[in-house]
């Protein structure tokens, strides 16, 4: 009996479309709960990033790389400058969570 045709898969062919979350942090800003009450349609929330710093880019909440963000085809994008590795990250030993992400309504 031969062995089938097909060759033997490598050990991370089979984790390869398992979806992981991406999320982009803009950046970030604290402020009093009655000011949180107070947002509406049109209010503008300061973050402390200026806009030519770079962007964190989370992979299911550890952060991988920062970058630019641009813009494709009328979408936000974010162009990688710079792999994070273990000794840049303070957060490897206990990777740290970007804020929750806001759904589309």
């Given at each position: 009996?031969?062995?089938p045709?097909?060759?033997?898969?490598?050990p991370?062919?089979?984790?390869?479309?398992?979806p992981?979350?991406?999320?982009?942090e803009?950046?970030?800003?604290?402020?009093?709960?009655?000011d949180?009450m107070?947002?509406?349609?049109?209010?503008v929330?300061?973050?402390?990033?200026?806009?030519?710093?770079?962007?964190?880019?989370?992979?299911?909440?550890?952060?991988?790389?920062?970058?630019?963000?641009?813009?494709?085809?009328?979408?936000?994008g974010?162009?990688?400058?710079?792999?994070?590795?273990?000794q840049?990250?303070?957060?490897?030993?206990a990777?740290?969570?970007?804020?929750?992400?806001?759904?589309?309504?």
């Open positions: 009996m031969s062995p045709n097909n060759t033997p898969a490598q991370l062919d089979m984790v390869m479309d398992i992981v979350e991406i999320s982009v803009l950046g970030t800003t604290e402020m009093p709960l009655r949180v107070k947002l509406a349609s049109g209010s929330i300061e973050l402390n990033k200026k806009s030519d710093e770079p962007v964190c880019l989370y992979v299911n909440r550890k952060l991988v790389a920062k970058g630019e963000v641009v813009v494709v085809d009328n979408n936000y974010i162009k990688i400058t710079n792999l994070i590795t273990d840049e990250n303070p957060d490897a030993a990777p740290a969570a970007p804020p929750a992400a806001a759904k589309p309504a």
